[in-house]
C-alpha cells in the first residue's frame, strides 16, 4: 500500500508561481507518478505524469509552457512547479501513482492522495 501526502497548496494571485510536492511511502522509485486537479463542479483532469526514472513526462495541454513535474526518487517525493498562474488553475490537486506507463486517466492510477488545494485570484 503506497500512502501519498500533498503539500504546497495555499492562495495565490494570478500571474505567481507554487511549487506542489508529494511524499510518498513506502519508497516510489517502482511507479508512475502524476498530477490531477479538479475545480468545483468539474471533473478530475489530468495534469502531468512522470516515468519513474523521471526522464520522460507528460503534461495536459491546459498546463504545457508554465508547468514543470519532477520527482527526486532518494527523498520519494515529486513536485509540480506551476508558473503564470492563471485564476482557471484554481482547483484541488492530488498526486497518484500506479504501476506501469504514463497514463491520462485517473482511473488508472492506483493510489491517490488527500489532495491540496490552490486558489488563484485574479
Known amino acids: 500500500q503506497v500512502q501519498l501526502v500533498e503539500s504546497g497548496g495555499g492562495w495565490m494571485q494570478a500571474g505567481g508561481s507554487l511549487r506542489l510536492s508529494c511524499t510518498a511511502s513506502p519508497r516510489t522509485v517502482a511507479y508512475t507518478m502524476a498530477w490531477f486537479r479538479q475545480a468545483p463542479e ?3 483532469e489530468f495534469v502531468a505524469a512522470i516515468s519513474r526514472i523521471g526522464g520522460s ?4 495541454d ?7 513535474m519532477s520527482r527526486d526518487n ?3 517525493t515529486a ?8 485564476p482557471e488553475d484554481t482547483a484541488v490537486y492530488y498526486c497518484a501513482a500506479k504501476y506501469g506507463p504514463r ?4 482511473r488508472q492510477y ?12 485574479s
Not at 497514463?103 to 485517473?106: N, P, S
Not at 492506483?110 to 485570484?121: E, L, M, P, R
Request: proline share 0%; charged share 20%; net charge positive.
Open 42 to 44: 468539474k471533473e478530475r
Open 57 to 60: 513526462i507528460l503534461y495536459a
Open 62 to 68: 491546459s498546463v504545457k509552457g508554465r508547468c514543470t
Open 74 to 76: 532518494a527523498k520519494n
Open 79 to 86: 513536485y509540480l512547479q506551476m508558473m503564470s498562474l492563471k
Open 103 to 106: 497514463a491520462l486517466e485517473a
Open 110 to 121: 492506483d493510489y491517490w492522495g488527500q489532495g491540496t488545494h490552490v486558489t488563484v485570484s
